[in-house]
């Protein structure tokens, strides 16, 4: 069995726009206009804590004008993994040990694992306007499939015996529990990126519902405004997944000086 490692060009670029912001030490908050990219790690480093001080590489993309003189990338995605995105190592040639093969063995390509890729766009005035996330850190994808799987094949349950089955799939935010949800939510970490947060509203979004309206999946929806130096409002809406509250979508909408109704 050969081993031939491959780094790509563009990887040796990213690790290289990356380098200051892979410390694995405290730092303080940079400032928006100084660095998209760091203040874009930092808002990853609160929203999604499980992924600190496992020593986990970031991988960048930003995309800005050629032609545009002093461009930053206000359009970014950051890919967390267990190496750098791109790189692989090639497993070529047989198995030659006296022992079996690990189960996972394949042969090809071996790329680093990625946990989560999140795409950011900045406006001119430097508000964050909208995010999405996704990948194996948000939610639990194999206990959902488990889940939808069971509903599917006893049809008719209750909304109470869903419940129930939710809460058994390792969901906490199911339902019903608007309450806890409110109480967990990182309201404050959402504060320090996005400003003083006015008129906050919690919804739940019923994303499957059988056909005697048993809700039998949801999300959850916060909406919130901020007050902006010129008197504007950004009003926001996210979306958060429903097994561990995870953020998995943001947009924000401009609203003129006059307070909004």
């Known amino acids: 069995m050969f081993v031939r490692n491959k780094l790509t060009s563009a990887s040796v ?17 940079i400032p928006i206009n100084k660095n998209y990219a760091a203040w874009a790690q930092e808002f990853l480093r609160a929203m999604y ?12 993309e930003g995309l800005f004008g050629y032609d545009e003189a002093g461009a930053r ?26 022992s079996p093969p690990p189960k ?10 990625q946990f989560l890729s999140a795409g950011f766009t900045f406006d001119e005035h430097d508000h ?52 806890i949800f409110s109480k967990n939510l990182p309201l404050g970490e959402l504060e320090r990126f996005l400003g003083k947060a006015e008129q906050v509203s919690i919804d739940r979004i019923p994303t499957k519902v059988s ?16 007050k902006q130096a010129d008197g504007s409002w950004l009003s926001y809406e ?8 995870d953020l998995a979508t943001l947009q924000a909408r401009k609203e003129n000086a006059a307070t909004p109704k």
């Open 73 to 98: 990338a206000r359009w970014l995605t950051l890919y967390i993994g267990e190496g750098p995105k791109g790189q692989y190592s090639e497993i070529i040639g047989g198995w030659a040990g006296w």
């Open 238 to 245: 996210l979306v958060f997944e429903p097994f561990n509250g």
């Open 49 to 60: 804590p499980k992924l600190d001080d496992k020593k986990y590489l970031v991988s960048f």
């Open 211 to 226: 056909d005697s309206e048993v809700v039998e999946w949801v999300r959850w929806k916060v909406d919130f405004r901020t």
């Open 104 to 113: 996972d063995l394949h042969f090809g390509k071996q790329y680093y694992k």
């Open 128 to 179: 964050l306007v909208s995010y999405g996330a996704d990948g194996i850190a948000i939610g639990n994808a194999e206990a959902e499939a488990h889940y939808d799987d069971y509903v599917a094949s006893h049809p008719g349950l209750s909304q109470g015996e869903i419940d129930y089955e939710i809460h058994q799939a390792g969901v906490r935010y199911g339902p019903d529990d608007r309450e």
């Open 13 to 29: 670029l990213l690790a290289l726009l990356l380098a200051p912001l892979l410390s694995t030490g405290a730092q303080e908050s």
